[in-house]
Each structure stands twice: as C-alpha cells, then as structure tokens.
C-alpha cells in the first residue's frame, strides 16, 4: 500500500501542468509566438496565444514572459498542481520601439522577414561574429577572412553580399557611406548588447541608409529592464579563442532612469596563419522615462587589431593541402614575414534617442547620431616603383634607385552624423501612418604614408604619398499607410531619396579632379495581406529599389566611363500558418535586376578594373521554413532556399599576355557569381531535462561560382593547370554540421548559471566559404589565379554564464 501510495503521489505530481493565454493588453488580441520560460526551459504560444508547459513537478516557480515589443513580465508562483495563468501584455515603452517602427516590418507585413529574440541571438554567443549568429537564417551565407568566425567576416542574403544588405542600428545606418560595406569586427561582442534583430529579404520596407537589394539587418540594442542585474559571460576554444565580457544594469531607479553597461575583450589567433584577432568594445546606454515622452543615450565602442588574411589562400597551396596558408607579409629579401602587417581601427558611436507620446492617436520620434572612425592598415610591399608612390629615383654612388621594399600605411579618418524622425498617427484601430526620414552626412579623409624603405628614396619616416577628401550626403523621406480589417491587411510605402557625392576622381583629361554626382531615387513599395483565419494567412507584394555606385566607382573613373545606379524590382508572396505544434511559411521570390553593376574584367578608360552595368539580370526563387514540435521536448527548426540567380549577356574581358591585347567572350544565360541554388539549415533541439538542451545545427550550401561565366571558358581557348583548384573558378557544395550542449541551473547567489559547449563542423569538413579569381591568357590558355578561404575543420568554443 504505500508502495502504491508513493507512486500515486509521484503520478499526481508529474502531472502538474501550467497553461493559459498571452494577449495585447491594448486591445486584448492573442499574441503568437509569445515566449513563457518557466525555470529557464521556454515554450512558445501557438496561433490563439495560448501555451502549455510539459509536465512538472510541484514547487516553486518563475514564470518570465516575453514578446517583441512588449514588456516582460515575471511572477513567482507556487504550483501544488495544475494551473492556469493568462497574461496580458503592454507596450514597451514607446522609446525602445519608436526609432526602430521605420525599418520593421509587422506580423502581417507582406514581405519576407525573420525575428530574432534576445535568447536566440545569446544562445550561440561564445566570441564569434554578428554574422556568424544569423547564419541559420533563410537565404544566409557567412564567411570568414581567418576561417574561425571571429576577425573580418561577412554575410550575403539571397546571394547579394554586405554591400547590398541594408543594416540599421536603432533605426541609424551602419552602413560604410562610400563602400556601402559592413564591416562587424568594428564593433566586436555587440550581440551581447542587442535585443533583437529583424532580417528582411528583398527590397523590404522603407528604411535609412544604402538602398537594400538582398536584404536588411535591422538590429535594436538593449531596451528598458525594470530590475537590477549584472552577469558575467567568459568563453574559450580552438586556436586560441578567448572571450571575456562583463555587463551590468542598475533596473529602473525612481521610476525614471535607468543605466547598463558592457565591458568585453575577444582574441583568438584564427585558423588562417598570422590571422589573429584583438578586439575590445564597450556599451553604455543610460535613459530617462517621463510620463508622455522618453530619452535615451548610447555610447558604444569598438576596437580592433587583425592581421591580414583578406587575400585569401592561393589555390595551389589549398589543392597541396596547406588550407592555412597566408601569403601577406611575405619579405622575399630573407625569407620572412613581416610581424605587423595588420589592420587597426577604432569606431565611436554616439546615439541620442527621443520619444514624445502626442496623444492616444500620434506620437513623435527622433535620434541624432555620430560615428567618429580612425584607423589604418600597414603593409610590406616588395620591390615597390618610387614611381607609384609619386617618388623621384634617386641616385647614391651612382647607382639609380628606381624600387625599393617598403612599408606603407593606408589611414582613413571619417565622421558620420544625422538626424532620423519618425512621426506616428494611427486615428483608428485599422489605420495607421507613419512619416519617416533621415538627413546623414559623411566626411571621409583618405591618405596614405610610407614609413620605411629598405633603400634610400630620399624621403623623411612617415612621409605621405597620397591624400583625398569625400563628402556625401543622403536624404531620403518617406510616407508609409497601413489598412488592416479581419481579413486584409492593405500597404503602401512611398520613399524620395537624393544622394550628392563629392570625391576625388578622373576628369576627361586623366587629370585628378574633385568632382560631384547628384542622384535621386523614387523608391516605391505596395502589398496586400488576406487572412484565412487566425492561423494562417497569405501575402503578396512588389518594390523597388534603387542603388548607388560605390567609392572605387567613381574613384577610378571618368564621367564617360562612370557606371550607372541599379535598380531592382521585387516581387514577392507567400503564404504563413501558425498552430500549436507547428508554424513555418513559403515564400516565392522574383528579383529582376536593371543595369546590375558586375567585375567583368574589363578596364575603364584610366586602366582601372571596374564594374560594368549589366542590361538583365535575375534571381527568383523559393524560400521555405518551419518549426515543429514533434513531442515537448523534441522540435525540429529547418529552413531551405532553392534559387535561380541568372545573368543575361554577359560579357567577360580576359587580357591575353601573348598578344597585349583583351579577348571578349560573350555569353547567353549563365549563373550569378557567390549564388548557390540552394542554401538549407536544419536545428533540432532535443531537452532531456527541464534546463539542459541538446542542438544538432547543420548547413548546407550548393556549388557557388566564382565570377559570371558558369565556369565556361572562352571558345576555343583550352584551361591551364592539373588540378581542379586550378581549373575550375568555383566553390565547391558543402555540408556541415556542429552540436550545441546547454545547460542551465541556480544556486542561492546565483540567479542563473550557464554552461555551453559548441562544437562546430563535428565530421571535420574541408570546406572554403569564399574565394576570388582572376584568370587571363598565356600561352595560349586560359590560367585561372583562384584563392579560397578555407574554414576551419572540428573545433569548439564553450562558456561560463553567470547571473546575478
């Protein structure tokens, strides 16, 4: 009997369940996709807001609740047995949403997007990039310069690289203003200071910055905490992967202020040879909430000191089997290499956000904004001309000087300022309009200097060679309304933007003259939404966008020669169902390109290589995505992309060395260079117990070429070298896998422990995410010059996670 008893009583306790509803405070609408996180092990609310936690066990606990948008809420409970507790959710306050409504889309916004949380982002935090955090994402690809994840790495979104993806920062362009490149190791450890992050596909909706022509980032950083915290996260792994960070906040004091901040230091030596990475950063965020309006200061920081690995990793030493193989630096005097052949900038940002709630129907948004950069990167050039340095020979003893090794410096020093505004009005529940803009300005000094010669060139140390100035401004306003019933959800976006760029580049003459380019873009954007029912809803929409030349653009050209802006139009639609053991989507993709800038090998009228427009190009394609519970704690998350990227007519110019003259090769219908027609990602997530968790992570990418020739070479002209790495000017498909352990337990001073253990590409796949050619003719054949950038085989990166 007491046997009997005690199984009873174990039965009756095991059978405690937790249940109950998330809605909108406002206007008391479910919430889907709402996190409840009971004692650490989280569970999602399906389609009606509704949620149910696995069995559990009677005693005490803490029940967080959370929702993009929304403040948290968190109560301590005592379950003797099953329960139920509906939630109800306001607003955050409108300061941390406001400066960002203008590049976001909404729940039933018709366009492809993907939410990130706070928890999904910190979940794969352990040191490496930003990049390397979203590339579980659909359509994502990342690489890395040092093959580790953490130094230079980059993402490409539907096959268009971080030139074209748009990224924000609380609403504020990140964006490189002359590039139009994102470059994350400026700002190292910054996920540990982001909220969460919105990644669009497509034109997207309206938004500051470059023009987006795969994709947006749309990243909002840490917002209002009620309660006090401090945590302190350390990391370590392969090849010398250390990351240390601390961060603390002080809650909510007298109802008005609130501070955080971060401190953190990543090193690692990366995979590549003389690749290694030092970075350090901070984060300071302090704000103040009145009754109707809201202020908040960020300060942020990064700083960094990479050796080069940008070149990549010739194909002969890759095809040899030396992968880490790094050729810059190399001193061909004596063998050697130089030691600080590096890269080193500083980045500050200055953020100031405000917020006036007008009334009920309107409200008001504003942030001013100011980047200051400075930073240089050195290099040893071997048997250089005085000649290309401005430099008279000199002659010593009678012997001429015309080259010499030496060691130069390329600074640049930049400042990046505005203003954005958003201006809310929302006269009934089904109509809202949103006013929006931004005026940036850019200032860029470029100047080189040569700080040592092997030989005499008659110059002082630090003697500068070079010097120009950029200025570029960039307006853009823009008028968005929305119309949402039961059933439709109707959008417009109208955008007016001018961009005025001042540069130093070539005139008519092949003279260097300071010159000016003015171009203004109509950018406008219209989709519809139906709702089937609560679960399930399908969307269509079409955009356009529009797109800049870039700094080497304009720098390296004439206005004869220069290139004209691109355009794409974006048509896209989809259908999304959301249940209680399943949610996911499909998207289908129609991207056509207009006078799409590509390499061809081609030289502009001052011999420059330079991008050259092409009249049609495409992508279009289908994304899918899902995410099931096959029993409470089993749930599989996969995604996949099956693509067509195309180019029409493409002209490929390959200079032959036997003749001195280019060979023009004219081509049909061939394959967009770095475009794989199917990128896929798979997650499943096994918890075995209450707090711990169990990930496999697997990505697969298909072959991605090179250039835009499909890998055909001229007709008539056969292919140099014996082996593929040689031959073929493609990358070859891969299929990785890694493994995520977690597990999470409290002790009395210790709100919450943490401990993570990832082990990346656990079957030691060889495998290069980026590379580069060049190919030419000699000899009478084609020779390809290709370089890759291998990825690192098995490795692994844990961490300590402490909360207090």
């Given at each position: 009997m007491a046997t009997i008893a005690l199984l009873f009583a174990y039965t009756a306790s095991a059978q405690i369940v937790l249940s109950g509803k998330i809605t909108d405070g406002q206007n008391n609408t479910p919430l889907p996709g709402a996190t409840v996180t009971v004692n650490a092990r989280s569970v999602a609310a399906d389609a009606a807001g509704n949620y149910r936690t696995a069995d559990l066990a009677a005693g005490n606990y803490t029940?967080?609740?959370?929702?993009?948008?929304?403040?948290?809420?968190?109560?301590?409970?005592?379950?003797?047995?099953?329960?139920?507790?509906?939630?109800?959710?306001?607003?955050?306050?409108?300061?941390?949403?406001?400066?960002?409504?203008?590049?976001?889309?909404?729940?039933?916004?018709?366009?492809?997007?993907?939410?990130?949380?706070?928890?999904?982002?910190?979940?794969?935090?352990?040191?490496?990039?930003?990049?390397?955090?979203?590339?579980?994402?659909?359509?994502?690809?990342?690489?890395?310069?040092?093959?580790?994840?953490?130094?230079?790495?980059?993402?490409?979104?539907?096959?268009?690289?971080?030139?074209?993806?748009?990224?924000?920062?609380?609403?504020?362009?990140?964006?490189?203003?002359?590039?139009?490149?994102?470059?994350?190791?400026?700002?190292?450890?910054?996920?540990?200071?982001?909220?969460?992050?919105?990644?669009?596909?497509?034109?997207?909706?309206?938004?500051n910055g470059a023009g987006a022509f795969g994709g947006s980032i749309n990243i909002q950083t840490a917002v209002r905490r009620d309660s006090a915290y401090a945590e302190l996260n350390n990391a370590a792994g392969s090849y010398g992967t250390v990351k240390n960070t601390v961060s603390i906040g002080t809650g909510l004091l007298d109802n008005h202020f609130e501070f955080d901040g971060r401190l953190s230091r990543i090193r690692s030596d990366g995979y590549i040879q003389r690749s290694a990475s030092e970075l350090k950063s901070y984060f300071f965020s302090g704000a103040y909430f009145g009754k109707n309006n809201s202020l908040r200061l960020n300060v942020f920081s990064g700083q960094e000191k990479t050796h080069q690995a940008w070149n990549g990793v010739n194909a002969d030493s890759v095809a040899a089997g030396n992968r880490r193989y790094n050729e810059l630096g190399y001193i061909a005097a004596n063998g050697t290499y130089y030691p600080n052949q590096t890269d080193n900038y500083t980045q500050n940002h200055y953020q100031l956000l405000y917020n006036q709630q007008v009334s009920d129907q309107f409200s008001f948004g504003a942030a001013l904004h100011y980047t200051k950069g400075l930073g240089y990167y050195e290099e040893y050039k071997n048997d250089a001309s005085l000649a290309d340095y401005g430099l008279i020979p000199v002659t010593i003893g009678g012997v001429t000087i015309t080259n010499t090794d030496l060691v130069r410096r390329l600074w640049l020093k930049n400042d990046f300022y505005g203003v954005t505004y958003n201006l809310n009005y929302q006269p009934t529940t089904q109509f809202k309009l949103l006013l929006g803009g931004a005026y940036n300005e850019y200032k860029g000094a470029h100047y080189n200097n040569i700080e040592y010669t092997a030989q005499s060139a008659g110059i002082s140390p630090d003697y500068e060679y070079s010097r120009n100035n950029a200025k570029k401004t960039d307006f853009n306003t823009f008028l968005r309304a929305e119309y949402e019933t039961d059933k439709f959800l109707l959008y417009g976006d109208l955008q007016y933007r001018h961009v005025y760029y001042s540069f130093l580049g070539f005139d008519r003459n092949l003279n260097n003259v300071q010159q000016t380019v003015g171009l203004n873009f109509f950018n406008p954007k219209v989709g519809i939404t139906y709702k089937l029912n609560s679960d399930n809803n399908l969307y269509a929409s079409f955009g356009v966008g529009n797109h800049e030349p870039n700094r080497d653009d304009y720098v390296n050209s004439t206005p004869s020669s220069r290139p004209k802006a691109e355009t794409l139009y974006d048509w896209e639609a989809g259908y999304r169902l959301h249940t209680g053991i399943f949610s996911g989507g499909i998207n289908g993709f129609y991207m056509l390109y207009d006078n799409q800038l590509v390499l061809t090998g081609s030289l502009n009228d001052v011999g420059e290589a330079i991008r050259t427009n092409i009249k049609t190009s495409y992508r279009r394609g289908v994304e899918i995505d899902g995410r099931l519970k096959i029993i409470p704690q089993l749930v599989w998350a996969a995604n996949a992309a099956i693509s067509s990227n195309k180019v029409e007519g493409f002209q490929q110019y390959l200079f032959n060395y036997d003749t001195n003259t280019p060979v023009v090769t004219s081509y049909g219908t061939t394959d967009i260079a770095f475009s794989p027609n199917l990128v896929a990602n798979s997650e499943l997530s096994f918890h075995p117990l209450a707090n711990g968790e169990i990930a496999l992570i697997s990505k697969y990418v298909s072959r991605q070429y090179l250039d835009n020739t499909s890998n055909i070479n001229p007709t008539g002209v056969p292919s140099a070298g014996a082996s593929s790495f040689a031959q073929n000017r493609y990358l070859n498909s891969y299929f990785v896998n890694s493994l995520r352990l977690n597990y999470n337990f409290s002790i009395k001073a210790v709100k919450n422990i943490g401990i993570t253990v990832l082990v990346n590409n656990i079957f030691g796949v060889k495998y290069e995410s980026n590379g580069a050619t060049y190919p030419d003719i000699e000899g009478g054949k084609v020779v390809n010059y290709n370089y890759f950038y291998p990825q690192v085989p098995t490795n692994f990166l844990a961490s300590l996670n402490l909360k207090f």
């Open positions: 029940i967080k609740v959370s929702f993009i948008g929304f403040k948290t809420v968190i109560e301590t409970v005592y379950l003797a047995d099953s329960r139920r507790l509906d939630f109800s959710l306001t607003t955050a306050n409108v300061l941390d949403d406001v400066n960002i409504v203008a590049t976001r889309a909404s729940r039933n916004s018709p366009t492809a997007f993907t939410n990130l949380s706070r928890k999904d982002i910190q979940k794969n935090n352990l040191g490496q990039d930003l990049p390397y955090l979203l590339m579980q994402t659909p359509s994502a690809v990342t690489t890395s310069d040092a093959g580790a994840g953490v130094g230079y790495t980059g993402i490409r979104i539907r096959g268009s690289d971080g030139t074209r993806v748009n990224v924000t920062i609380n609403g504020i362009p990140y964006n490189d203003a002359e590039s139009q490149g994102t470059y994350f190791v400026d700002l190292p450890d910054f996920a540990s200071s982001v909220d969460n992050i919105q990644i669009q596909r497509g034109v997207g909706t309206s938004t």
